[in-house]
């Protein structure tokens, strides 16, 4: 025999749940879309801090990356052996080598080859600094509701130009599935938009 109580109940839960994911999307979609001043100061440890921040933070393997149409600075490749020293030495080295980095990430662990890929980009009038960079990792994980251990990022580039600006695609994932979707909009007037897809 069918419980009446047990169905409405069900079914109100149901209802409730569809209301409450509609509003966070509503939410989602009105408050994290937002514009982001870049201040132009000089970025002597940028490298330093970012990649200390990840090492400390145990986050490898993380970063898989899609290299389209920009040049890094070279120091791709490291071997795995005692690769956590070189890592960080390699960063120091960067650091004195140039002084300010404009937008600078991507570093990644390539499993399969064992050797250690570190991109260092910079763009002419994009400056952005270590703890942006954290910021906008943190919230990105923030928003899909998930530690930053474990989780595994696939960062895709489209057709950036520096006189022009370009796209950034993060997508956040684990075990197959996209956990948060992050898209970074560089702009030319040293602006950049953040938009969260979860």
Not at 5 to 31: H, N
Not at 116 to 139: N, R, T
Request: charged letters at 25%.
């Amino acid at each position: 025999m069918i419980n009446i109580r047990k169905v409405v109940i069900s079914i109100f839960f149901i209802f409730f749940q569809l209301c409450l994911t509609q509003r966070l999307v509503y939410a989602i979609d009105q408050k994290d879309f937002k514009e982001v001043n870049l201040s132009q100061q000089q970025l002597k440890n940028i490298t330093h801090q970012i990649g200390e921040y990840f090492y400390t933070h145990s986050l490898e393997p993380f970063v898989y990356a899609e290299h389209v149409n920009y040049a890094p600075l070279g120091f791709q490749e490291l071997s795995s052996e005692n690769a956590d020293e070189q890592f960080l030495y390699l960063i120091g080295k960067i650091s004195e080598k140039k002084e300010q980095f404009d937008v600078v990430f991507q570093v990644f662990i390539d499993k399969k080859s064992k050797k250690e890929h570190v991109d260092f980009l910079y763009f002419a009038d994009h400056a952005i600094s270590a703890q942006q960079f954290v910021d906008i990792y943190h919230s990105a994980l923030k928003v899909a509701g998930i530690s930053s251990h474990d989780v595994q990022i696939y960062i895709k580039n489209k057709d950036y130009n520096e006189k022009e600006g370009g796209t950034f695609d993060w997508f956040f994932f684990n075990n197959s599935r996209v956990l948060a979707h992050l898209k970074i909009d560089l702009k030319p007037n040293g602006k950049f938009s953040i938009q969260y897809q979860p």
